[in-house]
C-alpha cells in the first residue's frame, strides 16, 4: 500500500466526523438564541441550474468554477450592450475615418457632382439629391460654416445626436448663412453680430451633411451653389483672407464609411472616448463602456481572455441589431395598422420614439435606437416631425405582402396610389441587407423615382414599380434590377411630404410577387 492511500485511509474517519459535526451545527442553526427565518427567496441553494451550466455555492457562496463562469458572463453581457450602445459613435467614427484620407478636416469639402451611386458603401445613402460631407474638428477652437442657399442639413455631434439644423429646416430658412460651432467648455467670447446661429457643440467632433437639390433633374445648379458659398474658417481667422476648400468629386468612386463589427469596433470606440469630454455622454452608457475597458485617459489594452469576449459580443451585438432590424416585435415600429399586427402593413417607420428615440418621457427605446442606427445614419427631427411641406419622411421594409423576406432571385411589383402626397420628389432605392448600402447589380442607381426620365403612370395616376432579375418587357423605366442569392430591402423617402402621408389618408401597396 503506498504512503498516499495510508494517509487517505487515516484521514477518513476524520473527514466523516467533521461533515457530521457542520450537518450538527447546520441542523441546531435554527435553535440558536438570535435567529430570523429566512424567507423565500434570499438563501442561495447549493446548486441553481442555469443557461450557464450548474452554479455550486457553500452556503451561499460561489465556488471558483462558478464565480470564473458569472464573471465571464458578466462581462460578456456588458460588451453586448456596450456594442449596441456604441453603435452610432463608432459608425460616426467610422464615417469620419473613410474621408481623413481625402485631406485634413475644416479644409475638406466632398461632393457627390453626379450623385451617389452604388460604388459607395453608405448606410442607406440616396442617389436623389447632392450629398455634400462637412467633417468639423473643433478642438483647436471655434469654427464658422458658411452654408450655401436652397440645401437640406443638419449636425450630429460624436456620439451620432442631433445638434442643429442647418439649410432650408434650420435658421435661414435656406437663405444660407453664417454659422459658428463653439467647441464644448468654451469659456470666450462668442461674437453674434453675423451670424444665423451660434451653436454649442458637446463634442469636438462634429458631422454637417447637408443635400442639394436637383433642378430639371440636373444637378449642376445645386453643385453650382455649394462651391460658390460654402467657406469653412477658424473664428479666429474670420478677418483674414480664406484659403479655398478643398473641394473632391466623390462621384462613382468606392468608398466605405461603415462601422466594422468586429474587434475593429472597440478600437474605434475607445477613440471616440479618448477624444470627447466624458461630460457630452451619460454616466450609464460610459459605465458600461468603462466596465469593458474603455476609460477615458487610459490605455485600451485587454487581456488575451477580454479580447475573446469581445470579440465574440461584437458577434453576438451585429447579429442581434440584425435581428432588431429584420425581425421587429415592437407594434409601434409599423406605420400603419392592418387587420393583424403582422398583416398587410409591413412599412416601418424610419424612427419610432422621435428621432432620440424615447420609449415614453425620459425613458429610451433600446431597440428603436438598434434598429435606425444598424440601418442608417444622420439623426434630425426633419427626418421624423411633421413639418408639411419641407424636410423628408421614410418608410422602410424587407418583407413582402406575405411577411417573407425579399429575395432578389424574385420578381415582385408594388403599386403606388395616385397623387403621391410630395411636395419635392418621392423615390425607391433598394439596398442591401448585408451592407444596408444600395445593391449592386448592372444599374448605377438602383432606384426609381418621380424623377426617373421615362417613369410610365397608368391612366388611373398610380404608378407601378417592378423588382427582380429581370425587367417585364415594355417597363424597364419602372424597373429595379436585384441579384439572385441576395436580399434586399426598399426606403420609400418622400421630400417635402403632405398631409395625406401624415393623416395616413394615402399609402403605399404592399411589395407582391409578380404574376
Same mark, same amino acid.
Not at 442607406?124 to 462637412?134: I, K, P, Q
Not at 461603415?258 to 472597440?266: A, E, G, M
Not at 408594388?414 to 396610389?417: E, F, G, H, S, V
Not at 441576395?486 to 426606403?491: D, K, T
Given at each position: 500500500?503506498?504512503?498516499?492511500?495510508?494517509i487517505?485511509?487515516r484521514?477518513?474517519?476524520?473527514?466523516?466526523?467533521?461533515?457530521?459535526a457542520?450537518?450538527?451545527?447546520?441542523?441546531?442553526?435554527?435553535?440558536y438564541?438570535?435567529?430570523?427565518?429566512?424567507?423565500?427567496?434570499?438563501?442561495?441553494p447549493?446548486t441553481?441550474e442555469?443557461r450557464?451550466?450548474?452554479l455550486r455555492?457553500?452556503?451561499?457562496?460561489p465556488d471558483k468554477a462558478s464565480?470564473?463562469?458569472?464573471?465571464d458572463?458578466?462581462?460578456?453581457q456588458?460588451?453586448?450592450?456596450?456594442?449596441l450602445?456604441?453603435?452610432?459613435?463608432v459608425s460616426q467614427a467610422?464615417n469620419r475615418?473613410? #474621408?481623413?484620407p481625402?485631406?485634413?478636416l475644416?479644409?475638406l469639402l466632398?461632393?457627390?457632382?453626379?450623385?451617389?451611386?452604388s460604388?459607395?458603401l453608405?448606410l442607406?445613402?440616396?442617389?436623389?439629391?447632392?450629398?455634400?460631407?462637412?467633417?468639423?474638428d473643433?478642438?483647436?477652437?471655434p469654427?464658422?460654416?458658411?452654408?450655401?442657399?436652397?440645401?437640406?442639413?443638419?449636425?450630429?455631434d460624436?456620439?451620432q445626436?442631433w445638434?442643429?439644423?442647418?439649410?432650408?429646416?434650420?435658421r435661414d430658412k435656406?437663405?444660407?448663412?453664417?454659422?459658428?460651432f463653439?467647441?464644448p467648455?468654451?469659456?470666450?467670447?462668442?461674437?453674434?453680430?453675423?451670424?444665423?446661429?451660434?451653436?454649442h457643440s +458637446?463634442?469636438f467632433g462634429?458631422w454637417?451633411?447637408?443635400?442639394?437639390f436637383?433642378?430639371?433633374?440636373?444637378?449642376k445648379?445645386?453643385?453650382?451653389?455649394?462651391?460658390?458659398?460654402?467657406?469653412?474658417?477658424?473664428l479666429?481667422?474670420?478677418?483674414k483672407?480664406?484659403?479655398?476648400?478643398?473641394?473632391?468629386?466623390m462621384?462613382?468612386?468606392p468608398i466605405?464609411t461603415?462601422?466594422?463589427?468586429?474587434?475593429? #469596433?472597440?478600437e474605434l470606440?475607445n477613440q471616440v472616448?479618448?477624444?470627447?469630454?466624458a461630460?457630452?455622454?451619460?454616466?450609464?452608457t460610459?459605465? #458600461?463602456?468603462h466596465?469593458i475597458?474603455?476609460q477615458?485617459g487610459? +490605455?485600451?489594452?485587454?487581456?488575451?481572455?477580454?479580447?475573446?469576449?469581445?470579440?465574440?459580443?461584437?458577434?453576438?451585438?451585429a447579429?442581434?441589431a440584425r435581428?432588431i432590424?429584420?425581425?421587429?416585435?415592437?407594434?409601434?415600429a409599423?406605420y400603419?395598422?392592418?387587420?393583424?399586427w403582422?398583416?398587410h402593413?409591413n412599412?416601418?417607420?424610419?424612427?419610432?420614439?422621435?428621432y432620440d #428615440?424615447r420609449?415614453?418621457p425620459g425613458?429610451?427605446?433600446?431597440d428603436?435606437?438598434?434598429?435606425?442606427?444598424?440601418?442608417?445614419?444622420l439623426?434630425?427631427p426633419?427626418m421624423?416631425?411633421?413639418i408639411?411641406?419641407?424636410g423628408?419622411?421614410?418608410a422602410?421594409?424587407?418583407?413582402?405582402?406575405?411577411?417573407?423576406?425579399?429575395?432578389?432571385?424574385?420578381?415582385y411589383r408594388?403599386?403606388?396610389?395616385p397623387?403621391?402626397?410630395?411636395k419635392?420628389?418621392?423615390s425607391?432605392?433598394?439596398y442591401?441587407d448585408?451592407?444596408?448600402?444600395?445593391?449592386?447589380t448592372?444599374?448605377?442607381?438602383p432606384s426609381v423615382?418621380s424623377?426617373?426620365?421615362?417613369?410610365q403612370?397608368?391612366?388611373?395616376?398610380?404608378?407601378?414599380?417592378y423588382?427582380?432579375?429581370?425587367?417585364?418587357?415594355?417597363?424597364?423605366?419602372?424597373w429595379?434590377?436585384?441579384?439572385?442569392g441576395?436580399?434586399?430591402?426598399?426606403?420609400l423617402?418622400?421630400?417635402g411630404a403632405l398631409?395625406?402621408?401624415f393623416?395616413?389618408?394615402?399609402r403605399?401597396?404592399e411589395?407582391e410577387l409578380?404574376?
Open positions: 500500500m503506498s504512503t498516499l492511500s495510508r487517505r485511509r484521514a477518513a474517519p476524520t473527514v466523516a466526523c467533521l461533515a457530521l457542520f450537518l450538527s451545527v447546520a441542523a441546531q442553526a435554527d435553535t438564541k438570535y435567529s430570523t427565518p429566512i424567507p423565500p427567496g434570499i438563501a442561495s447549493d441553481v442555469t450557464l451550466g450548474t455555492f457553500f452556503d451561499g457562496f464565480a470564473e463562469k458569472l464573471w458572463n458578466l462581462d460578456f456588458r460588451s453586448v450592450q456596450a456594442f450602445l456604441g453603435m452610432p459613435a467610422a475615418e473613410a #474621408f481623413r481625402l485631406g485634413p475644416n479644409t466632398p461632393i457627390y457632382e453626379q450623385l451617389t451611386d460604388r459607395s453608405i442607406t445613402g440616396n442617389d436623389n439629391t447632392v450629398y455634400n460631407w462637412v467633417w468639423l473643433l478642438s483647436e477652437g469654427m464658422v460654416l458658411e452654408v450655401p442657399p436652397k440645401v437640406l442639413g443638419t449636425a450630429n460624436m456620439w445626436r445638434v442643429v439644423d442647418v439649410g432650408i429646416t434650420g435656406g437663405e444660407g448663412g453664417k454659422y459658428l463653439l467647441p467648455g468654451y469659456k470666450g467670447n462668442a461674437p453674434t453680430d453675423g451670424f444665423v446661429q451660434v451653436v +458637446p463634442t462634429l454637417i451633411p447637408w443635400r442639394s436637383l433642378v430639371d433633374g440636373n444637378p445648379p445645386g453643385v453650382d451653389l455649394v462651391k460658390k458659398y460654402t467657406k469653412i474658417y477658424a479666429a481667422d474670420a478677418d483672407p480664406h484659403p479655398p476648400l478643398k473641394i473632391v468629386d462621384s462613382g468612386k466605405n461603415i462601422f466594422p463589427t468586429d474587434y475593429r #469596433f472597440w470606440l472616448v479618448q477624444e470627447e469630454p461630460e457630452s455622454l451619460d454616466p450609464v460610459l459605465g #458600461f463602456f466596465s475597458g474603455i477615458k487610459k +490605455p485600451f489594452a485587454p487581456n488575451e481572455r477580454m479580447k475573446k469576449i469581445l470579440t465574440e459580443a461584437a458577434a453576438v451585438g447579429a442581434t435581428t432590424l429584420f425581425h421587429t416585435r415592437a407594434e409601434a409599423f400603419y395598422k392592418g387587420s393583424s403582422r398583416s402593413h412599412w416601418q417607420r424610419g424612427f419610432t420614439g422621435g #428615440f420609449a415614453a425613458v429610451a427605446d433600446f428603436a435606437a438598434t434598429f435606425y442606427y444598424y440601418l442608417a445614419i439623426v434630425t426633419a421624423e416631425e411633421k408639411v411641406g419641407k423628408s419622411q421614410y422602410w421594409t424587407a418583407h413582402d405582402a406575405s411577411g417573407n423576406p425579399l429575395d432578389g432571385g424574385k420578381n408594388l403599386r403606388l396610389p397623387n403621391v402626397p410630395v419635392d420628389f418621392w425607391l432605392i433598394l442591401s448585408q451592407t444596408r448600402s444600395m445593391i449592386q448592372d444599374q448605377r442607381f423615382s424623377q426617373t426620365k421615362g417613369l403612370v397608368n391612366a388611373d395616376g398610380s404608378i407601378d414599380v423588382f427582380g432579375p429581370t425587367a417585364p418587357k415594355g417597363k424597364e423605366s419602372n429595379v434590377q436585384t441579384a439572385p441576395r436580399g434586399w430591402n426598399v426606403v423617402r418622400l421630400y398631409e395625406p402621408w393623416n395616413q389618408t394615402w403605399p401597396g411589395i409578380a404574376p
